[in-house]
Nanobody, 125 residues
């Protein structure tokens, strides 16, 4: 079972920047597309960003387009999400997943698996 480890979450204020990381345990990273999703308590996981196998194409949810950047480092087996101009009302837990059944620019949760435990981004007032 492949389970990545997310990190980088923390307490943020409106307008802050933060970079999340997602490290995969073995060399499966460059075999599939990857994505970030986020989830608020009691709500469904929602799509944030997708990066294709090999990293040639990226796709973002409208809510984060222009503010978030997804990227990957094959040598480190790590996926990143650079977030800027954060809004503190966003859902708090960010998770990464592998796109075992994902198509191009796929925002459908069912296309992904091997989720980590997530990393929490909490807004402070």
């Amino acid at each position: 079972q492949v389970q990545p480890v997310e990190s980088g979450g923390g307490l943020v204020q409106t307008g802050d920047s933060l970079r999340l990381s997602c490290k995969f345990p073995r060399d499966i990273f460059n075999s599939y597309a990857q994505a970030w999703f986020r989830q608020a308590p009691g709500k469904e996981r929602e799509f944030v960003a997708h990066i294709s196998w090999g990293g040639s194409t990226v796709y973002y949810a409208e809510a984060v387009k222009g503010r978030f950047t997804i990227s990957g480092d094959n040598a480190k087996r790590t996926l990143y999400l650079q977030m800027s101009s954060l809004k503190t009302e966003v859902p708090p837990v960010y998770c990464c997943g592998l796109g075992y059944h994902a198509g191009p620019n796929d925002a459908d949760l069912t296309g992904y698996g091997s989720w980590g435990q997530g990393t929490q981004v909490t807004g402070s007032s």
